[in-house]
């Protein structure tokens, strides 16, 4: 499914666990994105802030700040990025709408939804 014939942007992977953010950048490469990773919800915001990405793919369940921080911090900051949530945990779909987040997905993640939700989210982002 490679389609980089197609323009990306910069796409963010906030995810604790390496084999996730590995799996996750292989695949957003292969896609044609430029692909950022952070390990934590500390970093998620400091690379949001340097790289400017154009989308944010943020697990809620990591140290020293969650996804639901995370984005409540960007919120708050006046800063406007596509979001995709993801959790393993089964609350995502009420957790999802509460914060007003309209794209997310279960893990472990299957591919092909996760590339459509990816571009759903970006081409929301860019209307």
């Not at 944010?56 to 708050?76: C, F, H, K, T, W």
């Not at 406007?80 to 999802?96: R, S």
């Not at 509460?98 to 996760?114: C, M, Q, R």
């Amino acid at each position: 499914m490679n389609h980089q014939s197609l323009a990306r942007g910069k796409v963010l992977i906030a995810d604790d666990d390496e084999d996730s953010r590995m799996m996750l950048s292989f695949v957003l490469q292969e896609e044609g994105w430029e692909v950022y990773e952070a390990c934590n919800g500390k970093e998620a915001l400091e690379k949001v802030i340097e790289e400017k990405p154009d989308l944010l793919i943020l697990d809620n369940r990591m140290p020293e700040l969650s996804g639901v921080e995370v984005y409540q911090y960007l919120q708050a900051e006046g800063i406007h990025i596509a979001v995709v949530l993801a959790t393993a945990y089964g609350y995502l779909d009420e957790l999802a709408s509460s914060l007003g987040v309209e794209h997310f997905i279960h893990k472990p993640y299957e591919i092909p939804a996760l590339l459509k939700m990816v571009e759903s989210a970006y081409a929301h982002s860019r209307n």
